[in-house]
C-alpha cells in the first residue's frame, strides 16, 4: 500500500483535479484506490458525485476520533475507487486539533488502524501547509506536487520542499518527493514553453514526462460530478491524465523493494533540488 499526499500551500494548480483523475485512472487499470478528501473546501467529493451536506462520517470525523477511517469510506461511482468525503466543518478542525495530543499523527494513526489493503491512497490536502497538510505528511509515503505553468511558478516550491524536509526530519524519515506535475500548459504562449524548460533544468528528474494541458473539458468535468474518463473520455484532458497515471505505475512498478532501495539516492536528490531551488528563489529567477 503506498499513500501519496497531493499537494501544494498555492490554490488551484490543480491538486483536486489530479486527486480526482489519477486515482480514477488506476481505478480504471485495476487497482484499488482510496481517496482521502483533507480539505474543507471539499472539491474532490463534490467532483466525484457526492452530496456533501449529508454525511455525517467524514474526514473531520475521523480526525477528531468521532468515527473511524474505515466506516467513513463511501464508495463512488467508478470501481475500485473509493473516497472518505470532507465537509466545510473541516475548516474548524484546524483549531479544534491545537491543543489536541498527536495532532500531527491523527490521519496517520487513523490509516494505521484501516483493515482492508488498498493499492493506492491519495490525499487531496488544501491550499495552505498547515496542520491538515501536515497530518497528510506524516501519514504519507511520497508528496505528489501539482505546478501551473505560470510566470510565478516555482515562487513557494523551496517553501514546500522545505516543509516536506522538516516533517520527513522531524515526523516522517520516510517521506519522498514522489513527482512534480506541470498543469494547465497553454502551447499557444512562448513562456509555457519557457517555463517547462526551467522547470526541468532546475527540478530535474523529478518532473513528470506527462504535462497536463489547460483543458476546458477538465474543468467541466467536477460540475457533473464526474472524473474526466467519463464525462469525455475522448478529450485531450483524459489522454494527459490517462498517460500520467501510466508513468505513475512504471515509477512505482518494481514496488517496495525498490521504494527502498531508492530511498537513499531520493534523499540526495531531493537535497540538490532543493539547494537549486532556493538558489532560484533567492536570484529572483
Ligand atoms: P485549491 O487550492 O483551491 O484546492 P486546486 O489546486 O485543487 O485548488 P483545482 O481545483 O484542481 O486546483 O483547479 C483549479 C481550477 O482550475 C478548477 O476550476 C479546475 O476545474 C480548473 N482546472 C484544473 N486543471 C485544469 C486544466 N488542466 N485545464 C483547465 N482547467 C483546469
Ligand atoms: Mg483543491
Known sequence: MKIVSICNQKGGVGKTTTAIN???????????????????????????????????????????????????????????????????????????????????????????????????IFIDCPPSLGILTINALVASNSALIPMQCEYYAMEGLSQLLNTVELVKKNLNPNLTVEGVLLTMADYRTRLTTEIIEETKKVLGEKVYNVII???????????????????????????????????????????????????QSQTQEENKILESTIKVEETGG
Open 22 to 120: 489519477l486515482p480514477a485512472y488506476l481505478s480504471q487499470k485495476g487497482f484499488k484506490v482510496l481517496l482521502v478528501d483533507m480539505d474543507p473546501q471539499a472539491n474532490a467529493t463534490s467532483g466525484l458525485g457526492i452530496e456533501k451536506s449529508n454525511l455525517s462520517k467524514n474526514i473531520y470525523s475521523v480526525l477528531l476520533e468521532q468515527a473511524s477511517l474505515e466506516e467513513s469510506i463511501l464508495k463512488t461511482k467508478i470501481d475500485n475507487l473509493y473516497i472518505v468525503p470532507s465537509t466545510l466543518q473541516l475548516a474548524g478542525a484546524t483549531i479544534e486539533l491545537i491543543s489536541s495530543m498527536g495532532r500531527e499523527h491523527k490521519l496517520k494513526k487513523a490509516i494505521d488502524s484501516l483493515t482492508q489493503a488498498f493499492d493506492f
Open 213 to 263: 494541458p489547460r483543458a476546458i473539458r477538465l474543468s467541466e468535468a467536477p460540475g457533473y460530478g464526474e472524473p474526466i474518463m467519463r464525462y469525455d473520455k475522448n478529450s485531450q484532458g483524459a489522454a494527459a491524465y490517462s498517460r500520467l497515471s501510466e508513468e505513475f505505475i512504471s515509477h512505482n512498478s518494481n514496488n517496495n523493494n525498490k521504494l527502498q532501495q531508492n530511498e
